[in-house]
């Protein structure tokens, strides 16, 4: 059996004609800075101060939604880096 090996870093050498080896997809984590609890209050003060409804309100929930799933994420992911 011939042995194919193609460049320094290749890892792998197969015999030729062996079936690729599968793809391994790898999740990568945002990293989520912490809010520190003064500033906290603070967006919680501006917060209760626009009108109900307001377009800022919506896209500071949508904020808050994207860390709590990017914290989920690195609980559940060892490649995180953390």
């Not at 391994?24 to 990293?31: I, L, Q």
């Not at 609890?37 to 377009?55: N, V």
């Not at 309100?57 to 709590?68: F, H, K, P, Q, V």
């Amino acid at each position: 059996m011939k042995l194919v090996c193609f460049g320094l870093l290749l890892v792998v050498c197969q015999p030729v004609g062996a079936p690729t080896p599968a793809q391994v997809t790898v999740a990568v984590c945002p990293v989520v800075a912490p809010w520190s609890a003064d500033y906290q209050k603070r967006l919680a003060a501006e917060l209760r101060a626009l009108p109900p409804g307001s377009a800022i309100e919506g896209a500071i929930a949508e904020a808050i939604s994207l860390r709590d799933q990017a914290r989920a994420c690195s609980r559940k992911n060892p490649w995180s880096g953390r």
